[in-house]
């Protein structure tokens, strides 16, 4: 149990105000938000099974520098999407990403932006440390959840006040900042 809460909370505050934190936000004023937490929650248990594995392992299949450039290019490609805009939601019927709609769409960009994330290789280093596998895996899905869905609910009260071209625009300028300095971490 130990593990679960220790896990739990150093995700859920190393989270906040994190670049996969704003995924969440953004995709709740665009989304349903029990879409959004769906999402979040299969994207971030199969993310933190496999760094609770390679925690265990210490084992990195991919060199960190070559990770980190490819989550910084998804991000540079989430602030094009940003300004570009979509018609997908729900109950669109002309575009759909396979049989899962925006919850594949939600699930898949999380996935994306928590590879390599600092929330990512907490819990790697949680697991290496902590006895209880499932325990670091659980508890730092929890703490991830949490976190995200206090970004989901401001996402539903900016999304309502804002105009959506205003919270692109934002979410535009903060994923190419996100995706250039993680970009720039892979050389430094």
Do not use: C, N
């Not at 939601?89 to 994306?112: I, K, N, P």
């Not at 009260?157 to 996100?178: C, I, N, S």
């Amino acid at each position: 149990m130990s593990a679960f809460l220790l896990s739990t909370l150093v995700i859920f505050v190393a989270e906040l105000g994190d670049k996969s934190q704003l995924v969440a936000l953004w995709f709740a004023t665009r989304y349903r938000w029990w879409t959004v937490i769906a999402g979040v929650t299969a994207a971030t248990l199969v993310v933190h099974l496999g760094s609770v594995a390679a925690g265990r392992a210490l084992d990195d299949v991919l060199p960190e520098a070559l990770l980190r450039v490819i989550v910084g290019l998804s991000f540079l490609g989430f602030a094009w999407w940003s300004i570009r805009g979509d018609s997908l939601d729900e109950d669109d019927q002309r575009v759909r990403f396979g049989w899962a709609g925006a919850f594949g769409v939600v699930t898949l960009s999380f996935f994306l932006s928590e590879l390599g994330d600092k929330t990512q290789l907490a819990t790697v280093s949680l697991a290496s440390r902590e006895e209880s596998f499932t325990g670091v895996w659980l508890g730092s899905t929890a703490g991830m959840v949490a976190a995200d869905a206090i970004a989901v609910a401001i996402g539903l009260v900016a999304g309502k006040r804002l105009p959506q071209r205003t919270v692109g625009l934002v979410a535009a300028v903060l994923f190419v900042f996100f995706g250039v300095v993680t970009i720039a971490s892979a050389f430094v």
